[in-house]
Every structure is written in structure tokens, then in C-alpha cells.
């Protein structure tokens, strides 16, 4: 299914299961989401996301659109990382994503509360430059308060390599403790910031997002919650 200027896929549903979409998050109603940036073009925000920390405000404010790497203007980027595959992106500067962030907000609405999530991406750098920055991951269920999780999260080098190309940052795919009501949004944050070094700052991409609740919500699931509901509803017009 595509929308605005990417692609949200899902996969294994059943049932009920759908995904849709609003602006300010992502709609999960079971089965698997799963972002991998197809036609993304950098020149807005991708639907579901926020980012902060650059110099133009809050939010998607840098948009430079489509690269290959090897920039040296701040902002955000569609990085083709290799063979037409397109990664959200970011060109760290002196006053943008040092730090910064982007957030993905995956709103629960399956009717019932989600205690375990299956979380996986790929995150990349293009090591151009002699500054090492940071890229980690972190998760909440509040917006406020997050838990950092260390094996998904990594620096890229301080010295910058002779011939430059994508590499590999962390390749994550886990499952994360985070209790959430049905009706309230889970919160996956990759930050960045300048570590070591001085000078220009290498970029940073993240591709192949997919989230699912572990287990998945079943047909037999959600139609339990709808029936349950009517059940009540007849209880109390007997009353």
C-alpha cells in the first residue's frame, strides 16, 4: 500500500489485522509493519515520524533530498545506500543532529494491551569524515522516559576511511519489554551525536523498520474483545 512518498507494508495479517495510517503515528491493528523507505525521496517527513535537533526547529525542518552519500550540508537525506535501495537519512552538523533524533510512534489500536514487541532494522553509515558520531536506539512507552538498548545502537569510526561506501552499523531484530494499552503509542528513537574528533561528521541511514506485538493479535483475539463488548452492552440494556 502506498502512501504519500514511501511505502508502509504489512505482512502475516489475519483477520482483522490492518494497519493504517494518520500523521502524528502509525496505526497498528495486528500483523507486521514494515518500512523499507521505497519511493521516499527526502524532501518531507516520512508519514508516522518526528525528528529533532535541527538548527531550522523541531521536526522534519532540513530536507535535502536524494543522495548517495558524501554530502557536507546538515539536514535529513534519501540515501540510496547501494543498488537503488533507499534508507532514511541524516548529514550530522554542527548545529543539526548533534545531538538529534528520529522517532518512530506506533499507535496500539488492537483493542487490547501489548506487553511485548518484535523490533528489527538496519542502520548504516558512509564514513567521509574525521569524527566519530554515534547512532543508538531506544524505546518508550511514555515519550519521555527511554531505555537504551546498547547492542543496537553503535559509533562510526574516528578516522575516515581512503574509499568510502556504505557499511553496515547494526543489524537489530529483538524482542523489547514495553506494556502498552490499547489506545496509547509505543515510541522507537535512533539518536544521534558527535562522540570524538573534530571537523565534518559522517552520515547515518536506517532502513528495513518492522515492528509486530509478540504474539501477534489472532483473528479468534480480536474477534473475542468485539464480542465481549457486545456481551456488555446487552448486560446492561437487560439492567
Known sequence: MKMNVFVWMTAGLVGLGSMSM????????GGTLIQDFTGYDGTAGPTGWDADGFSSGAGFSENRGPSSGGEGTGG?????IGSGNIALGVQPGGSDFTPGFYELVVD?????????????FESYFFNDADRGNSFDFSY??????????????????ELAATNPTWE??????????????SGSNLYLRWTGDDVSG?????????????????????TAGLLA???????????????
Open 76 to 80: 535529513t537525506y534519501a540515501f540510496d
Open 140 to 157: 518508550s512507552t511514555n515519550g519521555v522516559d527511554y531505555t537504551n538498548v546498547v547492542s543496537a545502537g553503535f559509533t562510526s569510526p
Open 108 to 120: 496500539n489500536q488492537t483493542g487490547a494491551e501489548i506487553s511485548q514487541w518484535n523490533v528489527a
Open 168 to 181: 553496515v552499523g547494526a543489524v537489530y531484530s529483538d524482542v523489547i519489554l514495553a506494556s502498552v494499552p
Open 22 to 29: 494518520s500523521q502524528g503515528a502509525v496505526v497498528y491493528t
Open 198 to 218: 573534530g571537523g565534518s561528521r559522517d552520515e547515518f541511514a536506517l532502513d528495513n523498520v518492522s515492528v509486530s506485538a509478540v504474539p501477534e493479535p489472532t
Open 225 to 239: 474483545v468485539g464480542f465481549a463488548g457486545i456481551s456488555i452492552m446487552r448486560r446492561r440494556r437487560k439492567s
